[in-house]
């Protein structure tokens, strides 16, 4: 997605304004919180450099594009690049005032006395009653900014900008972020269900056995109900399970943009999805990474802007004018009477009932606020990014043993059916081993989701894609 695609039909000196005020970088704002020297979690042995088209990671070429479609047709990344347009729109009205307005005149008007003599406001009289006259000027208008209350106004709208086009980045990012989470969703529910549909086969095969065993008199009717149970368990399970892929699958429709019908989805297996090791670097490059934060940060420059601006608004303005033009009674005439007029005005407030006074305090307040907001928000960063790295190192360490209880689950399910249909174990053992295998095999999906999940967490908490050496 291309920033220059965000920029307006403006006019080409506007345009120019706006992207030379832009050039010069931001004052660094001092948020007060000093970062941690590293993470608590973090891999040693982690990736340094992360591409910025992350998802690409994960091994999936149909993520990938679905990604590249959420891009494209999402209407939330729609509506905040329009919100940019309007934020690049209003910094190029802001920045307007710090250059002389000229204004092109053509008038003309005609006069006709009904009755009477006339007036002092009128050009005609008893003797010429009709007067037609025309004219045509140049006007030049400037307010002098010397308190620098225009030029804070300019920079106070272009750090919207800059907060504007950090808000599309979070959009983006949490579209695309949510789309990965809802695929991954989807194909760990396709994988549950087919283990919960093997599993009823394996329960009904079970049944029949028990069937026959009562039948001969060899198994009893707990036994029977039990097992009966038992499947009936496992036939609940199928469209539970089932909902819960066709709930992943319509909200993944809905985040690229179209509706459930639209969307087809080819067969992939769940366990090809995989995770990267992702270096996080250092906390304090989070500041620049995460398009949260610097969008707190532009606000509360933009603040800082609005401060000056208000106090600017209690002292005198000066203002110049220039007028050229021209003035006749007839048209062919109009530009044998030349003229210019030069004016400068002085306005100062005297008593407004504290109303500037107010605003000032008002923006000083303003300050305040995202001052604690940016400081709150790089502290909840760091909060994001801490948890992410826990959850993929206690994920991974849990994945380890539970690998380890499948695996002996598989065993003893083939171990209590052999030894069941011998005769040499009762039922309720083989029971046990049918419900422990399909518990650790549901599960091994659940934990493979979190783990997926917890690295898309880390990436979004890390701001997406990022270059440590940058």
Request: charged share 20%; net charge neutral.
């Amino acid at each position: 997605m291309n920033n220059s695609s965000f920029i307006p039909h403006l006019s080409a000196v506007s345009l120019c304004l706006l992207l030379s005020a832009c050039g010069g970088n931001p004052p660094v704002v001092d948020g007060g919180i000093t970062a941690p020297p590293a993470w608590q979690f973090a891999e040693r042995d982690a990736a340094r450099a992360t591409n910025q088209r992350w998802w690409t990671q994960f091994g999936s070429a149909q993520l990938n594009r679905l990604i590249d479609q959420a891009r494209r047709d999402s209407f939330d990344v729609a509506a905040a690049m329009a919100r940019v347009r309007q934020a690049q729109a209003s910094a190029v009205i802001a920045g307007a005032p710090l250059l002389p307005e000229v204004k092109f005149n053509l008038a003309t008007g005609h006069q006709k006395l009904l009755r009477g003599k006339g007036g002092p406001d009128l050009d005609v009289s008893q003797d010429d009653d009709a007067v037609d006259n025309f004219g045509a000027n140049f006007s030049a208008s400037y307010e002098v900014d010397f308190w620098g209350g225009r030029a804070a106004a300019r920079d106070s709208a272009l750090y919207g900008v800059r907060a504007s086009e950090s808000d599309r980045a979070t959009v983006e990012l949490t579209l695309l972020g949510n789309v990965a989470d809802r695929y991954a969703q989807t194909l760990a529910a396709r994988e549950r269900l087919q283990i919960a549909e093997l599993n009823l086969s394996n329960a009904r095969n079970v049944l029949k056995l028990v069937q026959a065993r009562y039948d001969a008199g060899s198994a009893t009717a707990l036994e029977l109900a039990q097992q009966k149970s038992l499947v009936a368990g496992q036939q609940r399970q199928v469209p539970l399970i089932q909902q819960l892929a066709e709930a992943s699958r319509i909200s993944l429709a809905t985040l690229l943009g179209q509706p459930v019908q639209a969307l087809a989805l080819e067969a992939e297996p769940f366990h090809t999805l995989t995770w990267p090791s992702i270096g996080p670097g250092v906390p304090s490059q989070l500041l620049s990474r995460r398009p949260d934060l610097t969008r707190a940060e532009a606000q509360l420059a933009a603040a800082r802007a609005d401060v000056t601006v208000a106090r600017a608004a209690m002292l005198p303005a000066v203002t110049l004018g220039a007028t050229v033009g021209s003035d006749a009674y007839k048209a062919a005439e109009i530009l044998r009477s030349p003229y210019y007029t030069l004016t400068a005005g002085l306005v100062a407030p005297i008593f407004d009932h504290g109303r500037l006074s107010a605003e000032r305090d008002k923006a000083r307040a303003r300050q305040d606020e995202l001052l604690h907001t940016y400081r709150a928000a790089i502290l909840n960063g760091f909060a994001d990014v801490e948890k992410s790295l826990s959850s993929i190192t206690r994920l991974d360490q849990q994945r380890q043993w539970q690998d380890e209880e499948l695996q002996q689950a598989q065993a003893a399910l083939r171990i209590a059916e052999s030894r069941y249909q011998a005769g040499a174990e009762d039922w309720l053992t083989l029971l046990a081993a049918q419900r422990t295998l399909y518990a650790a095999q549901d599960a091994n999906v659940q934990l493979r989701l979190s783990r997926l999940q917890a690295s898309l967490a880390l990436f979004k908490a890390l701001g997406g894609g990022w270059n440590t050496d940058s």
